[in-house]
């Protein structure tokens, strides 16, 4: 969902540059509060598993593939602010050493890919978690938040295409949205797996905010 | 987290990186697609405004497709997972 340069009009890019420059220093003093010594290492790990991961393209239907994206993942492992850090790091080394997502787009796809995946991910996901708390909260809680941030992620996106007036609001919505609730589902998929395994080998990794709310 | 998680994570991502890539399916992504099928993908044609050393993922040089998606994989791989370490250290110290 890498938005590339040329797909978004100036006034659409600068205010999405500005609103996750914003956002990003924001995450940023609230990590630098919150940041224990076991998150640092954690945080090295899950930019180069989801990085990874990224370039691992599943076939969906009609010619089309997709990839993991990682802000659900992210937030359930680091918590929100953290996670959506990790996101950033791994979007701006994309674009500027791979041409992955433009430079004009970074704002707009940090703002789709980490705020909405990590941010967006993680309110869905403790939602869920917080009404049923034990491991299959986490999981089943870890599965909506991946599938349904990818989904909103998109719609995002076809709004910043449709206000830069690339794409018709009423054509770019439906298609984005429809390839999406594919996409999300292998989002889901892999998300859950790798909720699963750390769960299952090391539980004390799964972000938490307070403790009397983890088991 | 100890040493040995860091290793088996980080070693995890590289195998993925190296071993998986190169078979990553082809077909464009869910956002390429969609601007190919309503007509707009040429609006991101244009040549962009910074040059990537590493464009497409394709380490320059390597003759070979695979290989070269792989070794830009695992130079990515390590390239963000020191990225976000060193970014993490200086958060702590300050």
């Known amino acids: 969902m890498h938005i590339p340069d040329g797909f978004l009009a100036a006034p659409t890019w600068t205010s999405t540059w500005l609103f996750s420059i914003a ?3 924001v995450c940023l003093k609230k990590v630098t509060m919150v940041l224990e010594d076991r998150i640092i290492p954690l945080m090295g790990v899950m930019a180069a598993f ?7 393209n599943f076939p969906v239907a009609g010619g089309t593939s997709g990839h993991l994206l990682g802000g659900a993942l992210a937030a359930v492992l680091l918590g929100p602010y953290a996670g959506a850090v990790v996101i950033a790091i791994v979007l701006i080394v994309q674009c500027l050493v791979f041409q992955d997502g433009g430079l ?3 704002g707009a796809n940090i703002f789709n890919i980490s705020f909405i995946g990590a941010g967006g991910g993680y309110i869905i996901y403790r939602c869920i978690a917080r009404i049923k708390n034990d491991r299959r909260g986490v999981i089943i809680g870890a599965a909506v938040a991946a599938w349904l941030s990818v989904v909103i992620a998109s719609f995002a996106c076809a709004v910043e295409l449709a206000l830069s007036g690339t794409s018709p609001f009423r054509i770019v919505v439906p298609a984005m949205l429809g390839v999406h609730i594919l996409i999300g589902i292998g989002e889901a998929v892999i998300t859950t797996g790798v ?19 983890c088991q | 987290m ?8 980080l070693l ?6 190296v071993l998986f890539s190169p078979f990553a399916s082809p077909w464009p992504d869910g956002l390429e697609k969609v601007a190919e099928d309503k007509g707009f993908l040429e609006k991101g044609e244009a040549t ?3 040059t990537s050393p590493i464009p497409d993922y394709t380490w320059p040089g390597v ?12 130079f990515g791989t390590l390239a963000v997972f020191v990225f976000a370490l060193g970014s993490a250290w200086m958060l702590k110290r300050e």
């Open chain 1, 50 to 56: 989801i990085f990874a991961a990224q370039m691992l």
């Open chain 1, 104 to 106: 004009t787009a970074l």
């Open chain 2, 63 to 74: 003759d070979n497709d695979g290989l070269a998606t792989a070794v830009a994989g695992a």
């Open chain 1, 195 to 213: 909720v699963s395994f750390v769960l299952k080998v090391r539980p004390d990794l799964i972000y938490c905010p307070k403790k009397e709310e």
């Open chain 1, 23 to 25: 956002g990003i220093s």
């Open chain 2, 48 to 50: 962009p405004p910074i």
């Open chain 2, 2 to 9: 100890k040493k040995r998680d860091v290793l088996f994570g």
């Open chain 2, 12 to 17: 995890t991502a590289m195998l993925l990186a």
